[in-house]
């Protein structure tokens, strides 16, 4: 019931990773129903609004699996958070939610972390990662230099070469682009 949602809400930031992760994927199941996905929005928005790292991921998660719309300017500000779990969350979460008015600003942020990229970590990969699938699944031709940037083998982890690899190919899709296909 939705005091059973007040009551579980807090626990999205348990220290416990068990419990926590426990707590967002009954959220995800709960927000199925009519009657408990506003509960289950509220308290999970009221999560993404504060501090808790933990709290952010888990918050993160569930709202973008709900698809849950209005957590996309957050989303965007967590981008730069200090901590991956929630920055790469917050990611997958634009990436799942799919709106194009996001793109700009998705972009601008992974710009600036390919700037960085002899310093790029794993952790920074996995969200370049996300934003590049973004960016492929919705189209974003203005993406095009900055994905071809990440064609060549390097010593990058490769999820982040094979997720420019697939973005591309989502732009060109129908219409072989040869020089990249060389």
């Known amino acids: ?6 009551i579980l809400g807090p626990h999205l930031a348990d220290r416990n990773p068990t419990l926590r992760r426990y707590v967002a994927a009954r959220f995800v199941e709960f927000g199925q129903r009519e009657a408990l996905k506003p509960a289950v ?7 993404l609004a504060g501090s808790s790292w933990r709290g952010l991921e ?4 569930v709202l973008g699996t709900l698809d849950h719309k209005p957590a996309a300017p957050r ?3 967590l981008l730069e958070h200090s901590r991956p779990e929630v920055n790469i969350s ?3 979460g634009l990436r799942k939610l799919r709106i194009p ?8 942020h992974a710009q600036a972390v390919s700037d960085k990229r002899e310093g ?18 919705l189209r974003y031709r203005e993406a095009d230099p900055l994905l071809r940037r990440f064609v060549p083998k390097s010593s990058l982890d490769i999820t982040v070469r094979m997720s420019a690899c697939w973005a591309l190919g989502c732009l060109y899709e129908n219409q072989p682009d040869n020089d990249l296909a060389g």
């Open 1 to 6: 019931n939705v005091e059973a949602i007040r």
């Open 41 to 47: 929005l509220e308290e999970s928005m009221a999560m």
């Open 58 to 61: 888990q918050a993160a998660l």
């Open 75 to 77: 989303f965007i500000e």
């Open 90 to 92: 917050s990611a997958w």
């Open 101 to 108: 008015e996001t793109l700009a600003a998705a972009f601008k």
């Open 120 to 137: 790029i970590m794993p952790d920074a990969g996995r969200q370049l990662s996300q934003l590049f699938q973004m960016f492929g699944d």
